[in-house]
């Protein structure tokens, strides 16, 4: 073990403490190798000095950049170095595209024969099943499906809230078993909108007070479709009906408080405000992500279930430090640490510039890149 001055460290030693804000905070891991924006963070923090492993040797083992024409990928001359701490960055995601384009393939059919209850459930399930052989692939915050536009805006939603809602059910600690139908409750929780006319769906204009009524009833209208539909169980029909339903009892269509809300319907209501405020439809332009998730954040209190936003949330932002997004003010930059206590406001590396979203707050993250 080496005490070392952070202005004379070099990216590719690692760390053997762990490296503490001056307010307590974790910042750095033990075990950690330090890259180019780790020194930034350390200099940002105004750490002076660290512990790393041995001596002048340790520095030499230095990642080097491995260009293809593509976006670079970090390699080490030591394998022993990548602890798995870092996200790789070229993903083999290419069976996860196709498995969703399947998907949201038979989400349509399903839209189409959901009025006379034809939903071909064990055909869903064989395809959900398929789709989440690779839900590792999936990351919230930077899985983009390869065809968008907006007449499928509902398609998407449904299939992305199926992926997200699979692994929020996991981060909040549901039982293996309730899973996939928790996946299967993301998938059809808009499925009463089959029953609904398209030109009021897609309408661009305010509705009026009897639209707005009878846009509400896609809620029962989807407990009804399910009601005797096989291979899901009354969570799923549940997570249709009360969607909507907020906990402190100003939601619809029963008025229900958060004692009486299922969880699958608590769960699909934070997946399901989030892609939806994300995606591109006819009558509104896609949000930043961050932002929205800011506004969730909000809803939380006496809307949404407070413990399953805040693990979203968390969950979402600790696995995106280190990848590339665009601000609010067009500048292009890397987060390069993350605030538990301010998830959604990360501290990014622009041209060596460290900005604090969480002090500069006139600025936020307006889309991930990579």
């Known amino acids: 073990m080496t005490i070392r001055s952070v202005s004379d460290l070099k990216a590719g030693v690692k760390l053997t403490q762990d490296v503490h804000t001056p307010l307590g905070?974790?910042?750095?891991?033990?075990?950690?190798?330090?890259?180019?924006?780790?020194?930034?963070?350390?200099?940002a923090f105004l750490v002076q000095q660290v512990d790393i492993e041995g001596a002048e040797g340790d520095l030499t083992k230095i990642p080097t950049i491995?260009?293809?024409?593509?976006?670079?990928?970090?390699?080490?001359?030591?394998?022993?170095?990548?602890?798995?701490?870092?996200?790789?960055?070229t993903r083999k995601d290419q069976p996860l595209h196709e498995e969703y384009d399947k998907m949201l393939t038979l989400v349509k059919s399903c839209y189409q024969s959901a009025i006379t209850g034809e939903l071909r459930m064990y055909e869903v399930r064989r395809q959900m099943e398929s789709l989440l052989e690779h839900?590792?692939?999936?990351?919230?915050?930077k899985f983009v499906p390869r065809m968008t536009s907006r007449h499928d805006y509902r398609y998407h939603n449904a299939v992305l809230c199926a992926l997200s809602s699979f692994k929020l059910a996991k981060w909040i600690g549901l039982p293996q078993k309730d899973w996939l139908?928790?996946?299967?409750?993301?998938?059809?929780?808009?499925?009463?909108?089959?029953?609904?006319?398209?030109?009021?769906?897609?309408?661009?204009?305010?509705?009026t007070p009897e639209e707005s009524e009878e846009m509400r009833r896609h809620t029962t209208y989807g407990y009804q479709i399910l009601k005797n539909v096989a291979a899901i169980n009354e969570g799923v029909r549940l997570a249709a009906l009360q969607h909507h339903e907020k906990v402190d009892g100003s939601g619809y269509p029963l008025k229900l408080d958060g004692t009486k809300i299922h969880i699958y319907a608590k769960i699909v209501a934070v997946t399901?405000?989030?892609?939806?405020?994300?995606?591109?439809?006819?009558y509104g332009s896609a949000q930043s992500p961050y932002a929205v998730?800011?506004?969730?954040?909000?809803?939380?209190?006496?809307?949404?279930?407070?413990?399953?936003?805040?693990?979203?949330?968390?969950?979402?932002?600790?696995l995106h430090n280190g990848i590339k997004v665009r601000l609010s003010n067009?500048?292009?930059?890397?987060?390069?640490f993350t605030d538990s206590s301010h998830p959604t406001r990360p501290m990014v590396s622009v041209n060596g510039q460290i900005i604090n979203l969480k002090?500069?707050?006139?600025?936020?993250?307006?889309?991930?890149?990579?």
């Open 135 to 141: 839900q590792k692939d999936y990351h919230i915050l």
């Open 181 to 207: 139908q928790v996946a299967f409750a993301g998938l059809l929780h808009d499925i009463g909108n089959a029953k609904i006319d398209p030109i009021l769906l897609n309408k661009p204009s305010k509705l």
């Open 272 to 282: 399901d405000i989030f892609h939806a405020m994300t995606l591109d439809k006819y």
């Open 359 to 370: 002090l500069q707050r006139q600025l936020f993250i307006e889309e991930v890149i990579s």
């Open 293 to 318: 998730m800011e506004q969730i954040q909000l809803e939380a209190f006496g809307k949404l279930d407070p413990v399953i936003v805040q693990t979203f949330i968390n969950k979402v932002t600790a």
């Open 330 to 336: 067009n500048e292009v930059g890397e987060i390069v």
């Open 25 to 43: 905070g974790l910042l750095l891991q033990k075990g950690k190798v330090l890259l180019p924006r780790d020194l930034d963070v350390l200099k």
């Open 66 to 89: 491995k260009t293809t024409g593509q976006k670079p990928s970090i390699i080490f001359s030591d394998a022993s170095l990548n602890d798995g701490s870092e996200e790789t960055v």
